[in-house]
């Protein structure tokens, strides 16, 4: 509303009215009407002058406002104004600060330059001090040349400009020369004063460390293999992915096991059944594998020479690349498949120089000591100038018996020699001395000698450069390299040509030939982005390919799981959780979420699942928190507070009570100590601890179960066991039984369970979740999920030996559709990737550490220990062990004995005392100790009073005399 002067407010005057009107009207009406109007119009007059004024405060209050606004702005924008300067300050003192660490990095980078070049100079010094022989002539010019070092060390230090030390002498001193021969020092000390590397041979002799090939795989059963072999061949179809997985995997020495084992327990034959059920490249290249690496280059042989036309690559790839030992192995190999001679085929194919090349390699007269003559590389290179760019036409034979009888490092040092001769490389000059086929077998021979890898990361790309793939090539080459070097093939090709190797191989070929492959490089072969890719694509559209997603999680590693997630975001800017929840729904979501969550992330989940809400999931938690080791609680307690903001502790406190909570947060608390080594007689005291706290007294003491349970090592908990078991002659898990009861009962039966044999444990569990009506599915997928990489494979073990039905068909049983086959998948994944059952479990090496220990155990401190001797007295006892006799009997005497008092007196023939499972009784004539130490407790306090100990062993006659007139 718009404000309203007062200066422009007008009021009308009332219209004067003619004295003749009010006269006609005669009238006091009109007058008092007159009247009216006026006290009217005076009123509004008012009310205006009353709403101008209230204009008038409105409007200062609000310019106050305003002004107060303003400057509490201005204040704003001045503190604000503040803060950025202080910030840019702070910016300025890092970007100084960053300066200052880019400076001592670069001085740091001198430093060790510096450092380099000193230890450099001074080796060549000592070096040259070592070579000083007589005659003295010869001094002065080795010292010359020591002079010369130094002054090179001295502009090398300048170079970097780095100042001189203080306490550096003057390099520019002159030496003085030893008066005799004497002083100088000795030739034997050359070795230890020059280092080997200022020898020039050891250049080509010491080859760089390679990263090599397949290793063994280390959870090998031949037997196992076998029989999943022959499971995926048998039958309509073969299951070629179990097929890929097992070969892809083993070395070929545990192939020919594989074959062995399948041929004793099936009577068949394995390479024969495989042919029968592949083919094309797929089949070449498992016969390459399963056969052995002789056999298999026989095979390749036979196969370029056999026939019209000659395969001169495969001949040149094979012979040209193998040693000595490998080409007799290969010739005895092809005669005996072939019953033929392998250089008479190979001459009968082949002719001129070629032909004399290939024989000389067959002839296996190549020197292999690796030992290097740089003399005779000069004269080597000499020769083959001379043999070829000195002279018209080529001396042939020249190169055909330096290339086919010099060791590799030899070779190497030549080719340097004659880069020095020439200002071109040998291979050129090859490549313009020579032709054809004979060209080809001298450069891949030089080429296999400066860099096996580099040679077939060359032959590869050749391969599988331009239309079309030489699968034939790429076949031979990974299966004679597989094991040997591939990992540095796969190396060099990615230098040399900026493409991962297997990617090449992945774009190049395809089907169960592409997985059989790529299968071979190992992690190599894991590719994230590729992976994502697919991911990506069984997503799009309408509906999804669960098969993808399926097999593709479950072959990868939860690591690996990761990196695809990272670079799923990183190429589709997307979450890829975010995505499957989309479109996956059900038990399948829920497990395939979990695989891709960080499994301690995921535990931590788990927890705060069983104890959120109402109730609270005991078996789970249980099963959680009792299981964990001392690092792997640590772990739980801070990703739990990470990942939830919330503390696991308290949680767990709010949800529990009683014994059961102490029992619990012990366990967070305490955290196991997993150092602790196992110690019996420690375990012994601990047991004894456990047996006086629960079945030697009337009702427990439920904080000495919770001390001795939460504080040891898992071994050493489990060795507690089994002493409880020497001990009482009784399994603990009767006491627990006996002594405790509900959630506190449970949690304690799963440490036991848990210590001795965590395979067993996990077996148990996941046969509870399926068993009855119904699968508590939240429960499946988390052992699943957590075990999947550690023991799952020793659990389906346990399983079948517990209920005598695999896990697999209970799983197929009580699940369905995808969920079941991921759950499977995983299984099947986890049985050839997981270590095998230890031959051992931890309940049988605490059984063994228990009777290891044949030392008796010390008596507790301050006890008396009478140890007596002589003949037996005319009031014996006689103790022998009993197994589990009678024991609620006995607990109801002691009730008995509390009521009665302390006990019947020692000499007394009453009710005999008992300790640890032995009874005592009172008789005449000889006592025989059943064991070797026996523990008497007289007064009931759960205390040992007196140790008999025999002293000849079980057996033996003893009479105890506790002094005094008392006897027993």
């Excluded at 009406?29 to 007059?45: I, K, T």
């Excluded at 090998?220 to 179809?237: P, S």
């Excluded at 589709?572 to 695989?595: F, I, Q, T």
Aim: glycine fraction near 6%; hydrophobic fraction near 35%; aromatic fraction near 6%.
């Amino acid at each position: 509303m718009a404000a309203v002067a007062p200066e422009d407010i007008h009021v009308a005057p009332p219209a004067e009215l003619p004295m003749q009107a009010f006269e006609a009207a005669g009238s006091d009406a009109l007058h008092a009407r007159y009247e009216n109007m006026s006290s009217q119009m005076e009123r509004q007059s008012k009310e205006l002058q009353r709403l101008m004024e209230s204009q008038r405060v409105i409007e200062e209050q609000q310019a106050k406002a305003l002004a107060e606004d303003r400057k509490a702005i201005e204040e704003r924008f001045k503190s604000l104004d503040a803060k950025l300067a202080e910030q840019a300050q702070l910016v300025t003192v890092v970007q100084q600060q960053q300066n200052h660490i880019i400076k001592l990095i670069n001085i740091q980078d001198k430093l060790a330059e510096q450092d380099r070049q000193l230890r450099m100079f001074f080796e060549y010094q000592q070096n040259f001090l070592a070579t000083l022989q007589s005659p003295m002539s010869t001094q002065a010019t080795v010292f010359q040349e020591l002079h010369t070092n130094q002054t090179r060390m001295l502009q090398a230090l300048s170079s970097v400009n780095m100042p001189m030390p203080r306490d550096m002498p003057d390099f520019s001193m002159s030496y003085a020369i030893p008066a005799a021969l004497g002083e100088l020092p000795q030739p034997a000390a050359r070795k230890a004063a020059g280092p080997a590397e200022l020898d020039p041979a050891t250049k080509y002799t010491n080859v760089p460390e390679r990263l090599g090939g397949m290793k063994p795989f280390p959870y090998f059963d031949a037997d196992e293999d076998a029989k999943r072999l022959r499971k995926a061949i048998k039958g309509l179809g073969t299951d070629n992915r179990a097929v890929i997985s097992i070969i892809g995997n083993r070395t070929c020495a545990q192939r020919q096991q594989i074959a062995q084992a399948y041929k004793t327990n099936y009577q068949r034959d394995l390479l024969g059944d495989l042919k029968d059920d592949t083919s094309g490249n797929f089949r070449a290249l498992l016969v390459g594998l399963m056969q052995e690496p002789a056999v298999f280059d026989a095979h390749q042989l036979h196969g370029a020479v056999k026939g019209l036309g000659t395969n001169d690559t495969c001949l040149i790839d094979v012979l040209c690349t193998r040693t000595n030992d490998e080409i007799k192995a290969i010739k005895e190999a092809y005669k005996k498949e072939f019953s033929r001679e392998l250089e008479g085929d190979v001459r009968g194919d082949t002719s001129g120089d070629y032909q004399n090349l290939l024989c000389a390699v067959l002839r296996c007269t190549r020197d292999e000591s690796n030992t290097v003559d740089l003399a005779k590389a000069k004269e080597d290179a000499a020769s083959l100038y001379n043999a070829g760019e000195g002279k018209v036409g080529t001396a042939t034979q020249v190169f055909i018996t330096i290339m086919t009888q010099r060791n590799y490092a030899q070779l190497r040092a030549i080719c340097d020699a004659y880069e020095k001769l020439e200002d071109y490389d040998l291979e050129k000059s090859i490549a313009r001395e020579t032709s054809f086929n004979f060209r080809k077998a001298l450069v891949t021979i030089v080429a296999f000698a400066r860099s096996p890898p580099a040679c077939f990361a060359e032959r590869l790309h050749t391969a599988m450069y331009g239309v079309g793939t030489n699968s034939a090539t790429v076949t031979r080459i990974l299966v004679a390299r597989a094991e040997v070097d591939l990992k540095d093939i796969a190396l060099e090709y990615k230098r040399q040509y900026k493409s991962a190797l297997h990617m090449k191989i992945r774009a190049e070929t395809s089907g169960n030939y592409r997985s059989l492959l790529i299968e071979l490089f190992g992690d190599h072969g894991f590719n994230p982005e590729v992976d994502a890719k697919n991911l990506r694509s069984a997503m799009k559209g309408l509906g999804n390919r669960k098969s993808v997603i399926s097999k593709t999680l479950a072959a990868r590693s939860g690591e690996q799981r990761q990196a695809i997630m990272e670079a799923y975001a990183g190429l589709y800017k997307r979450d890829m959780v975010k995505d499957l929840e989309g479109e996956l729904s059900g038990d399948y979501k829920d497990l395939v979420l979990a695989l891709l969550q960080p499994l301690d992330e995921f535990l931590a989940r788990e927890v705060f699942r069983t104890i959120k809400g109402i109730g609270t999931d005991d078996n789970s938690l249980v099963e959680i928190l009792c299981s964990r080791s001392g690092f792997q609680m640590r772990t739980l307690k801070e990703v739990y507070s990470r990942v939830l903001g919330r503390d696991l502790a308290s949680d767990v406190r709010g949800d529990t009570s009683g014994d059961y909570q102490r029992l619990l947060l012990a366990l967070i608390y305490t955290e196991r100590d997993d150092s602790e080594p196992v110690n019996a007689v420690t375990a012994l005291d601990e047991a004894r601890r456990l047996y006086r706290a629960g079945e030697d007294r009337l009702g427990t003491q439920t904080e000495v179960f919770i001390e001795v349970m939460t504080r040891h090592s898992l071994p050493q908990t489990a060795v507690i066991f089994e002493q409880y078991n020497k001990l009482c002659d009784y399994d603990i898990e009767k006491s627990i039984s006996r002594e405790t009861s509900y959630d506190f009962k449970r949690a304690l039966m799963a440490i036991v369970l848990f210590a001795r044999d965590p395979a067993q444990y996990y077996a148990k569990r996941l046969h509870a979740t399926m068993a009855g009506a119904g699968t508590q599915d939240r429960n499946l997928i988390r052992i699943i999920v957590e075990r999947c990489e550690k023991d799952l494979r020793s659990i389906n073990d346990a399983f079948f030996k517990l209920f005598k039905q695999t896990l697999e068909t209970t799983i197929k049983s009580d699940t369905s559709g995808w969920y079941c086959k991921l759950l499977l998948l995983l299984l099947d994944h986890a049985r050839h990737t997981n270590p095998p059952a230890p031959p051992v479990t931890m309940a049988a090496a605490a059984a063994a550490t228990v009777l290891a220990a044949d030392a008796p155990p010390e008596p507790p401190s301050g006890k008396v220990v009478p140890v007596l001797t002589g003949e037996a007295d005319k009031d014996k006892v006689e103790a022998k062990t009993k197994k589990d006799r009678e024991l609620r009997e006995a607990k109801e005497k002691k009730e008995q004995d509390a009521k009665g008092g302390k006990g019947a007196a020692s000499g007394s023939k009453g009710a005999p005392p008992k300790h640890a499972g032995i009874t005592i009784t009172t008789g005449q004539g000889s006592v025989t100790l059943k064991s070797d130490v026996v523990e008497y407790d007289y007064d009931g306090d759960g205390k040992a009073d007196y140790q008999v100990r025999t002293p000849a062993g079980r057996g033996s006659t003893v009479t105890l005399d506790m002094g005094g007139d008392t006897k027993l």
